[in-house]
Structure formats: structure tokens, C-alpha cells
């Protein structure tokens, strides 16, 4: 079984959406650095998804559960909502806030879930001299070693203290800006058919609208 099986057509950006999840692992300490925490959370997330592979590989929604259990306290979901929302944020009412958080919370689970338990194979490095941090917020640079020789794919996490804690809430790939794809894609969509369309799209689980905003991506990287 697999969910949104035709979401990705493009073996170059799907370890850039496995990447998205693998790296947001973990409870950060206070005495790591945040590229520190990130280089633990590789290791904790594969080690638990690959003594599991048979499982992770035929039950999407075990996937989707351990993620939901170890990344999600570490990642600024309520933030990431309002970056992807902009200016809709504002002119939300709080039950819209709260759906949307949740439906594309869930939506991106299913999405990368999948092509984690998929892509256990590649390795993921973090590399400290190129990430930076100051008290607002820190960049934790790394690469996904592609192999069969092609090249590794850049990739950037932004994360920033959320009550005294490091969280993720944007991720670069490429150069590319996940939260600014989708914040770009879905404004798209809330302009033509209104918030409350988007947020019933990503509830039921909308294979198209999400096949549209990392569509945006593959055709963005494979041009560069």
C-alpha cells in the first residue's frame, strides 16, 4: 500500500523530501549546537525506520505515527502554517488557523513519509563548517550523498528558539524553499477558490493539490 503514489515523478527530488523529515528529529539538548542535534537526529531516525524497513515499508501509517511521535514536538508547526499562509494568516479566523495547521501538518507527513521508508538507502551528512547560528537563528547546512555518480543535493535547514528550544521551520533544497513553494502554490489556490476550499482539499487528502506544489519543485530544480 502506498498514499499519493504518483506525488513524486522524479528520483532527483525525492531524497530532498525524505531529507525534509529525516533531519527533524530528536529533542535538541542544551549543550549541542543545533548542526550537533541534526547530525543525532539522522542517526536516530534511520536507525529506527531500518530496524523496521519491512514494516516502514508496507504500513505507510506506521511511518507517519513515529514521525508524528519524534519530529513534530521539534518542528515550529504553528509558525510554518503562518510563513506557508502569509497574508491569509491574518484574515483567518482561529477555527480556519487551527485546520489548516493540522491538515497540512498531516498532509506533509503522508508526503514525505512515504518517501522516507523509500529512500533508507542514502546518506545524509551534515556539514558544520558551512551552517551558522547566532540568537535568532541558526542554518544547519548538509548534503544527501545521491550516488551511482550523481551529485549531492544541498540542502539547508532554518531553525530558530521556540521558548527556549531549537525548531525547524523552513527547509532549502537546492535552494529552493519549501515553505515558500507551498506558500506560493496555495495562495494560488485560496485566491481562486478561497481558504476554506484549500483547507477541505488538504483534509481529504487532495492528491492533485499536492502533486501541483512539489510538481513546482521538480520542474524548479531539474531547470537549474
Known amino acids: 500500500m502506498r498514499l499519493f503514489p504518483n506525488v513524486v515523478r522524479s528520483l532527483r527530488v525525492a531524497p530532498l523530501l525524505l531529507a525534509a523529515v529525516a533531519l527533524l528529529l530528536a529533542a535538541p539538548a542544551q549543550a549541542e549546537s543545533p548542526a550537533q542535534m541534526m547530525e543525532r537526529s539522522v542517526n536516530e531516525i534511520y536507525e529506527i ?6 514494516r516502514a515499508q508496507e504500513e505507510p501509517e506506521f511511518v507517519i505515527e513515529v514521525l508524528r511521535e519524534h519530529v513534530l514536538p521539534n518542528v515550529d508547526v504553528d509558525g510554518m502554517a503562518r ?13 480556519q488557523r487551527s485546520r489548516f495547521t493540522e491538515a497540512f501538518t498531516t498532509t506533509l507527513l503522508r508526503v514525505y513519509g512515504v518517501q522516507l521508508a523509500d529512500h533508507l538507502d542514502k546518506e545524509v551528512r551534515i556539514i558544520e563548517r558551512r551552517s551558522r547560528e547566532d540568537d535568532r537563528m541558526a542554518v544547519v547546512a548538509s548534503e544527501i550523498v545521491m550516488g551511482s555518480g550523481q551529485s549531492n543535493l544541498q540542502v539547508n535547514y532554518r531553525l530558530r528558539p521556540v521558548d527556549g528550544e531549537w525548531k525547524v521551520f523552513d527547509v532549502e533544497a537546492e535552494g529552493l524553499s519549501f515553505v515558500g513553494n507551498f506558500r506560493s502554490r496555495f495562495g494560488d489556490e485560496i485566491a481562486s477558490n478561497g481558504l476554506d476550499e484549500l483547507i477541505e482539499r488538504l483534509e481529504d487528502g487532495d492528491e492533485e493539490l499536492i502533486e501541483e506544489a512539489v510538481d513546482d519543485v521538480v520542474e524548479e530544480a531539474d531547470g537549474e
Open 49 to 54: 525506520l531500518r530496524e523496521n524497513e519491512e
Open 83 to 95: 510563513l506557508v499562509l502569509a497574508r491569509h494568516w491574518r484574515d483567518a479566523s482561529d477555527e
